[in-house]
Structure formats: C-alpha cells, structure tokens
C-alpha cells in the first residue's frame, strides 16, 4: 500500500526536501566557514553595548530634520538627477553597439569574445571604487559622476541586452534574411520588433538605479547630494542629515514611480 510505503522507497526527485550527498557535505563547509568567521571577528558583547549606546545618541541628534541651507540641499538634488540622467543616456548609447557584438546568435565568437570581454570588465568593479579613479583622473565634480556610472551602466545594460538578444526567435530572423535584406534590415524588422519592450524596461530600471548610485558616488567628490551628505556628516549637522536622508528617499520614491509609469506607457 502508497500509506506503507518507507521514505528510503521514494523516489528522490519527488522528496522536496532531500539532499544529495554532495549537497549535504557543501552544507556542512558553508556552516563551518560561517562559524570560523564569525569567532576571527572580535565581537563581544560590550562592544554591541557600547555601539548600541552610541547611534542612540546619534539618532536622539538627528531629530527633528532640518532643511537649511536649503539652496546647498536643492542643488545637490538637481546635480543628483542630472548625473543620472546623463549616464543612463550615455550607458545607453554604449551598451546597444557593445550588446549587439556580443550576441553569439548573431555574430561569430572573434567577434562575442572581445565584447563581452569589456561587459565584464564595466561589471567587474563597484561604482564608487570607478568614481574614485575618475576623481583623480578628472577632479571632483559631477564629470566623475556621470563617467562612473556610464561605466556601470555599459557593464548592467550590456549583459541584460546580450542576453535579451540572444533569447528572441530565429524564424523572424531567417524570414527577413530570406527576402534579400540587408544586416541592418534584419535589426530593424526582425531583432528590435523582439527586444524594444525588454530593452525600455531594462533602461527604465538603470536611471532608477543610477539616482540611487548617484548618491554613493558623491560621498568621495564626484557630485550629487551625497557630496552634501558627507559635508554635513563632516560638521556634525546630523539634523541636516537626516533632511537630506529623507530627501533622497522621496528622489528614489519618484524615480520608482517614474519607472513604472513609463512602463505601463509602452505597454499600451
């Protein structure tokens, strides 16, 4: 009878929970790695204490939020969505040509191999260690900014188009090459037919994530509010830190707004 029938008798692909032997012995390194760890980083119970003691203080400061200098907080929110704004546009422009060579369905891997090369090179560094380097190399500002996260933008649009192309259907594209069209005919009739909803969507994500990283990359001097987010930090105007905090939540809620209403927009 099924009611009688011992757990070692069925089958392991319909266990939900069964385990591999693999599985348990990666299981058990990963416990052992986290419990090493966690004893070689020094945390002691006064010590929590003594942190917990301290950012009551500096949250009891904190309250209530002010506004002013609110010339010095509108600025840095402007420079903010222009830095964004501007390296989405130019991460855009970059990352459809880079995509586009990278598509192993549409072109020969001499071709893929260098293209995703400089994909995952635009990835492979977080937008603040980029700022930096343009800090040095350019100065502070929000030319740093906008360079970084151009930067960054070529590394996550890139990767996403690739792959966006090389998931569309190939009848399209054998039925337009069919017809005698050119190259740049099969692009425009047969792959951005396919790709154009994914693509604005995946663009509308990327200036959604360049307000936020437009805030990390002004704390080391490439523009944006997070420069006026570090001054402030730097006079112990934490009053005026948390405005500024509150702020820029606000800037990302619309953002996000934003994003979907654009999305909905093109899927009329």
Known sequence: MAGSMSRSAVPAHIRPFSQSSAARLGSLVLALIFVWAFTRIDITWERFLLGT???????????????????????????TVQIAVLASAAGVLLALPISLLSARNLMPGWVTWPARFVITLCRTFHPVIVAIVFVKALGFGALAGICALTVASVGFLGKLFAEAIEEISMKQIEAVRATGASFANVLTFSVVPQVVYRFIGFMAYELDSNLRNSTMVGIVGAGGIGGTLFAAFQRFDYDFVLGIVICIIALIMLGEVLQIAVKKVFKQ
């Open 53 to 79: 003691d301290g950012a009551a203080k500096f949250v009891h400061r904190m309250f209530p939020p002010v506004f002013n200098p609110r010339d010095e907080l509108i600025k840095g929110l402007w420079e």
